[in-house]
Structures are given as C-alpha cells and as structure tokens.
C-alpha cells in the first residue's frame, strides 16, 4: 500500500531522516517509538508533506513519486489519502466541532456542505460527542479537542491516518479517552502509522513497532519480540527508561 524508499530531510545542513526505508500494508497498524528529537515527528510531516523531503521514494497505491520533485497536484493527492493527528490538536478556534470536523471534506475533497456536515454529524457520534457539534474548541477539554481533531482525520476516509504523539499535550486525565478511540480505529483495521511514547498502547495494538534514533531505523518487529527481547542495545536502553517511567505513573495512579 504505502513504499517509502531513502526518505532524507535535513535542516541546516544536518540530516533529521537518514535514508529512511519503510513498507506500510493495508490495515497495519505501525507505531514509532524512539528519544525526542529523532526525527519521528518529521516523518511523519515529511509522508504528509507538510515538510518537503530532500530526498526519496513514496509509492502510495497507484500514487508514485519523487519527493523531492513532486508537483502540487501529487502533493495535493497524497494529502486527499491521507490525514493527520497533531498533538496540539490544530482545531480551528472560530469553528465548532462539526465545522472543524467537516473542514477538510469542504475544503481539501471539495464536498457540498450539506453533505459534509452530514458527515461530520456522524463522526460526532461516532467518537462520543454529539452533543457538541455546536461547541466551539475554547469549551472543550484536552481529550475532546483531541477527539474532534481525530474526527477529522476520520471523516475523508483517508487511506493512512498519521498520528503525531497525539496525548502529549493532554493532562493525564484525559489521555485513556484518546487512547481508546485509537484503539477503536485499530480495531477497524483504520491504516495508522503512529508516533507515541504510550509504551502499553504500543505493546497491545501495534502490528509491528519501530525503534528510530538519530534519524534511522535501528529496530522494527512485531511488539511480542522487540519489548520482550530487542536485539540493539540502544532499543534496550531506550525501552528499559520508557517502562520503568510508565510503571512508575501506574504505580501513582494506583494510589491515588
């Protein structure tokens, strides 16, 4: 479904993605983990193009490109089949709910706004918020901003959804709401590639797990074998902070 071949971006002269090669199958559902600052925020920009790559390959479906080349019209097309989850969530602060959800249909898809707003009524219900359809995001808590920005992505139908550590910005209270949503897509077999620090979301959702440092894939495999026995020592190192941080929080949260 999705081929991306010796992706490089660079900033300032440093490479950010260092020959990233990657194969996403339909109804996979990949998650990235690796140290801030890696580059695994910017892959997913760069598939988006919300970051125009320096270098490399992207094979979407019957979509076939050079990214470094590619026209408006296929940057255009890979933005119609695919969608993105930000973490701090983008919502657009004049429109409601349903006008955010319905946003990128009008805008992107060019739907008539009847039928879009149709559309986004039926997101609403499907993410547990109909009743706040006229709800502007100033109204709403973390997790449901959240929820709305996932809406959105959900609305077109995208090909991939690509998920940029979409609880990071979002107070503990409000992370599980997010996380069960995805669940739910996951469930679905919605396409998702995602970035997180959620280790447990990672380990009980993903089809495959990739561990990214300094710009590279160092590591990728089902979650069954890279937590329990990762073979880079630096996947090791990374791992064993990361789940002795989250069972702390368990832990906290136990007590409280």
């Keep these: 479904m999705i081929r991306i071949t010796n992706l490089v971006k660079r900033f300032g002269g440093a490479a950010v993605l260092d020959g990233i090669d990657m194969d996403i199958a339909r109804g996979e559902i990949i998650v990235v983990i690796g140290p801030s600052g890696t580059g695994k925020s910017t892959l997913l920009r760069c598939l988006n193009f919300l970051e125009r790559p320096d270098a490399g390959h992207l094979v979407l479906n019957d979509l076939d490109m050079d990214v470094a080349t590619a026209s408006a019209r296929s940057i255009l097309a890979v933005r119609r089949r695919t969608a993105f989850v930000f973490q701090n969530y983008a919502l657009f602060a004049n429109k409601t709910a349903l006008e955010n959800i319905a946003e990128g249909l009008l805008v992107v898809h060019r739907w008539p706004r009847h039928k879009a707003h149709a559309r986004a009524r039926d997101i609403l219900e499907r993410i547990g918020l109909a009743d706040k359809g006229d709800a502007y995001p100033a109204s709403l808590s973390g997790g449901q901003q959240q929820r709305v920005g996932i809406g959105r992505a959900m609305a077109a139908r995208a090909d991939v959804i690509l998920f940029d550590e979409p609880t990071s910005s979002l ?17 679905e077999r919605q396409t998702m590639l995602v970035v997180t620090h959620e280790m447990n979301f990672a380990r009980d959702v993903a089809d495959r797990v990739i ?35 989250q069972s702390d929080e368990t832990a906290l949260k136990a007590a409280k």
């Design 171 to 187: 107070d503990p209270e409000w992370v599980e709401e997010v996380l069960e949503l995805m669940k739910q897509l996951a469930a």
């Design 211 to 245: 561990f990214m440092e300094s710009g590279r894939i160092v590591e990728q495999g089902p979650p069954s074998q890279l937590f329990s026995a990762p073979q880079d020592p630096r996947t090791r190192a990374f791992l064993r902070k990361m789940l002795a941080g």
